[in-house]
Structure formats: structure tokens, C-alpha cells
């Protein structure tokens, strides 16, 4: 299972904005060489499963013109750094090889993008949804850590409503799955997505391991809460093989080193005008180097070399895959089920060759399973729970996937102070709801952007990266912006003067949601009694 997810980052107040990028890299490294491997398996006939998750800020993102021709003039410019390469390495057959490389994959992204998919690239995925080879899930509104917002079960359920909508505009079709943002689960979550027709949801290892009661199959057997939620353990066994960047495939000496990029080893003279603002060094998707070592002494990179290097893991997997299986089998009750979920970009993006890996396991179970060395099974979680089944039925405890398992990713030190205007802001928004329950013209847009900006302000992306300690500026500015935007918009409101040319500009820039009903965000009065300062 991949989940797909980015932040809504849109600035055309810029001319070029440096955090886009996230985006275009997303484009250029994950989800066109993701379709490009499943269109070349539908060709070679190779049958595959697989189950994905799109959030709607990310799904927005793939459809929106604006960013979109900025990606488009991002490849330009890229196509233009490859042409100066060549001539650059043309005295280093390795490095030319690498740079050719690169121009054909920034070609044919150019050529994928417009021609097969008309400039919208989830044309792709729900073409082969609708084949039966993707299972589809749908996610929250804007990727909110929802146990940080159980005191407003109305906001969570906001968040899943919403999000449960986006998913039938963009893909046409009612969810079935529901993927929790960072696997976040707590006690009475299951009762508002059955609410919603949610039949299954994903849940960490210890939610399942740690629950009301022993799992008889541990890990490996989806469970039913009582409010009918399938929940499907993760198995952080098997994770560890593909995500982990110490030990795990990604790590290989033969792979492409993520960290070495042109746009910080060559002269600021030379490669200015392909960085931000001709002076800030960033990663221009130009990487020549190998893994190799620990060292900085790095061998140039060898894609055929590589590419030997993922037929090899593909089978690895498989056949530990049949290793632990067997194992399971002597221990449990039931057919072993295996759940396997990772970010959609750590395929691409973080491990360049990921989507080939991705594809070369496919291939290699049907040619496992046609020699008759193993069968496993490739399925998704609804196929499997239309199989009747018996789940035991227990009470997931609370758990998220991030560090140490429960929520500290999201509420330390780094990052609390989040949580005392997130929440004001959620009770002014119950406020103004109440007092405008019904508005039209402008108010209603006023209401209606102040309802957006309350939930982009609750994405998990910016506590994650202030716990990081990554990109902490953008972040801490994102949060301050949505919430100052709210603020203004609730003043103004109160004052009965609601200034039409800045919401315009406002609209315009988070476009996000069009159809979004500010009455969505209502609270119960019993609600605003249950406030907690964090």
C-alpha cells in the first residue's frame, strides 16, 4: 500500500517559490515513473495488486493549472541544465551516461504529462482502479494528525467527510478504505468513519498488538473493532527490508546517492541560473554518484548495474516474504495476511529506483509462482475482506506509525504551541457559524475561506517538520498565515466590514475545496465545552 500524500504549497504571489519544488520533484521521481512501470506490466501481461491513498491536497495539486505550468516551465529549465551537461561531460563517458539518463526521463515526463494524460495524471491511476489493479483509499481533508483533535469530534469528522468527498470528485467512485494520516488512531475513531461508510482502515503494529484484547494471529490477520471497522495491522517486520536507508534495499552501495547533487558540488558561476534566486543552493534532480559508502569518496553511478540490483531485491523480498509466511503459518490460526505501507515517495523520490522495484516485484512472483518456487498471493484489502472471513472483533489502542509509536511526532516541545490556535481558531469558527448560520454573497465566501484556512492550518505536515527540524521556517510561516487569515477574516466579520479585494486574493491563492460549506465545521454546543489548552 502507498500513500500518496503533499502539503498544499501554491504561492503565485511569487514568481518562482522554492517550496514547490516538493512538488515537481513528486511529479518527476514518484508518480510519472510509477505509471510509466504499471503501463509497461499491463503490456508485458504481468498481473499486479496494489492499494494507494491520495490526499486532496495532493490530488488538487495534480490538477491545478497554475502549478502545473509551473512544472512544465520547472522541466524546461531542467532540459536546459541536462543540454549544458552534455557538453560539459563530454570528456566523462560515465557522467554523459548519467546526464542522458536524465534528459530522457525529463523528456518523456513532458511527453507523459500532456500527451497520454492531458495535463492530469490521476487520469492514470483511476484508469487502472478502474481495471481492478489499484485499490484506491481515500484520507483526510488536509492530512490532520486526528488524535491531536479528538476533543473536536466534529472537526475530525470534518476532516474524514471532507475528504471522503474529494475523493468521489477527483476519482468519480464512493471509498471504501480509509487511510488514518500517519496511521493516527485512537478510542471512538472507528465510530465516526463507519459513520461516514468507511469499511477498513490501516492501524500501526502496537494499535493491534496492544488493544483491548490478545490478537490471536498477532500482526498477521486484519481486526474488526465493534463498531464493524476492518482494521489491517502493520507489519513492521517486513517494513523494515524497504524502509529503512540503513539496512534496508534503498541502502545498497549500487543505488543512486540521493545526497550529492550538481546543484551543490559545481560553481555558483555556473550553475546560478538553475538554482533559487541565482545564489541558493538546492537540488536540481542532477545526481551522478553511487551510494558506495559511508565516505564522501563516492563511484559514479551505473544505472545497468542498478537496475541488476532491484531484479535481485525484488526476489529477495519474495522469497523472505515465503520464509516468514511458512513461519507464520506454524504459529497462527489462519492464512497469514501481510500488510505492507509506505509513502508513495520513498519510491522515486528517496530511492530512485524504487519504481522499478516496485514493478520487478510483480514480475518476479509470477515467474516464482509459474516455476512453481512459491505462490504468495498479491491482494488488497477489500478483495481480501470480500472473502468472508471471521475477524476477531477488539479495540485498537491509541498509535500512529511516526517515532516511538504514539503521537510525540506531532506534540513535543518543538511544536505544542501549535495546538492552543488551532483549537481557538476551530471554537471562533463554532462561533461564527452560530451567529451566520445561513449566509449568502460575500459573507458566505468569507465564511466559506475562514472554514479553509482553519483546516490547511491543521495539516501534520508542519508539526512534522518542526519536530524535524527541517524546513522550520516555511513551516512555522504556513501555520502563523492560515491562522492570521482566519483571524482577520473573524474580525472582520464581527465588525460587518469584510474587505472584498484581499478574501479575493485570498481565494485565489488556496483555491482548494471550491465547494466547500463553511456549516461544515459546526460544533455542538457540548463541543465547545470540552476545550483542552495543550
Not at 495488486?49 to 491536497?57: Q, V
Not at 476532516?159 to 494520516?181: K, M, N, S, V
Not at 540503513?246 to 543505488?255: F, L, Q, T
Request: one cysteine or more; aromatic letters at 12%; proline letters at 5%.
Amino acid at each position: 500500500m502507498l500513500q500518496a500524500h503533499l502539503p498544499l504549497v501554491r504561492h503565485p504571489e511569487y514568481d518562482r517559490f522554492l517550496e514547490e519544488r516538493w512538488f515537481f520533484e513528486a511529479l518527476s521521481e514518484t508518480y510519472l515513473p510509477l505509471l510509466r512501470e504499471l503501463r509497461t506490466l499491463e503490456r508485458e501481461q504481468v498481473p499486479f495488486r496494489l492499494a494507494m491513498s491520495f490526499s486532496p491536497t495532493l490530488s488538487f495539486m495534480l490538477t491545478d493549472d497554475f502549478l502545473l505550468d509551473r512544472y512544465r516551465a520547472h522541466l524546461e529549465r531542467s532540459l536546459h541544465l541536462a543540454e549544458r551537461e552534455l557538453d560539459r561531460t563530454a570528456d566523462s563517458l560515465p557522467f554523459r551516461r548519467n546526464v542522458e539518463m536524465y534528459q530522457n526521463l525529463l523528456e518523456q515526463n513532458l511527453v507523459d504529462l500532456d500527451d497520454i494524460y492531458g495535463g492530469n495524471i490521476l487520469r492514470g491511476f483511476d484508469y487502472f482502479s478502474k481495471k481492478g489493479w489499484i485499490e484506491m483509499l481515500a484520507t483526510s481533508a488536509t492530512h490532520a494528525f486526528l488524535p491531536n483533535y479528538r476533543n473536536y469530534p466534529e472537526i475530525v469528522r470534518a476532516q474524514i467527510e471532507l475528504g471522503i468527498d474529494q475523493f468521489h470528485a477527483a476519482f468519480g467512485t464512493a471509498a471504501t478504505g480509509f487511510w488514518l494520516p500517519e496511521c493516527g488512531y485512537y478510542e471512538g475513531l472507528d465510530d465516526i468513519l463507519v459513520r461516514m461508510g468507511v469499511e477498513y482502515t490501516v492501524g500501526a503494529s502496537h494499535s493491534v498488538l496492544l488493544g483491548s484484547r490478545v490478537p490471536r494471529n498477532g500482526l498477521y490477520a486484519p481486526v474488526r473493532t465493534r463498531a464493524g471497522l476492518a482494521v489491517f495491522p502493520r507489519d513492521a517486520y517486513t517494513a523494515q527490508w524497504v524502509w529503512s536507508s540503513e539496512h534496508g534495499y534503498p541502502a545498497d552501495p549500487s543505488y543512486r546517492e540521493f545526497y550529492r547533487d550538481i546543484g551543490h558540488d559545481l560553481p555558483l558561476d555556473y550553475i546560478g541560473p538553475f538554482v533559487q534566486d541565482g545564489e541558493v543552493r538546492i537540488d536540481t534532480g542532477f545526481k551522478y554518484y553511487a551510494i558506495t559508502g559511508d565516505t564522501d569518496d563516492k563511484m559514479p553511478y551505473e544505472p545497468d548495474r542498478a537496475r541488476e540490483r532491484v531484479r535481485e531485491h525484488a526476489r529477495d523480498f519474495l522469497e523472505r516474504q515465503t520464509a516468514h509466511t511458512e513461519r507464520l503459518k506454524r504459529e497462527i490460526e489462519a492464512e497469514p495476511v501481510i500488510m505492507s505501507p509506505y509513502d508513495a515517495e520513498l519510491f522515486g523520490h528517496w530511492w530512485f529506483e524504487g519504481p522499478q522495484w516496485i514493478g520487478d516485484l510483480f514480475r518476479v512472483a509470477q515467474e516464482m509462482c509459474e516455476n512453481g518456487d512459491s505462490c504468495i498471493t498479491m491482494t488488497t484489502p477489500a478483495a481480501y475482506l470480500r472473502g468472508g472471513d471471521t475477524l476477531q472483533v477488539l479495540e485498537p489502542g491509541y498509535s500512529s506509525w511516526g517515532s516511538r509509536g504514539y503521537g510525540e511526532v506531532w506534540l513535543d516541545g518543538s511544536n505544542d504551541w501549535i495546538y492552543r490556535h488551532t483549537h481557538m481558531a476551530i471554537e471562533r469558527m463554532g462561533e461564527l457559524i452560530a451567529r451566520f448560520p445561513s449566509e449568502t454573497g460575500l459573507k458566505k465566501r468569507a465564511l466559506d475561506q475562514a472554514a479553509r484556512e482553519v483546516l490547511l492550518s491543521q495539516a501534520s505536515d508542519w508539526p512534522f517538520i518542526l519536530n524535524a527540524q527541517t524546513v522550520v521556517p516555511y513551516a512555522r510561516r504556513r501555520i502563523k498565515e492560515h491562522l492570521h487569515n482566519f483571524t482577520r477574516i473573524y474580525e472582520e466579520l464581527s465588525r460587518g466590514n469584510v474587505g472584498t479585494e484581499w478574501l479575493t486574493t485570498l481565494e485565489k491563492k488556496t483555491p482548494i475545496f471550491p465547494n466547500l460549506d463553511y456549516t461544515v465545521l459546526r460544533l455542538h454546543a457540548s463541543d465547545t465545552m470540552r476545550r483542552v489548552l495543550i
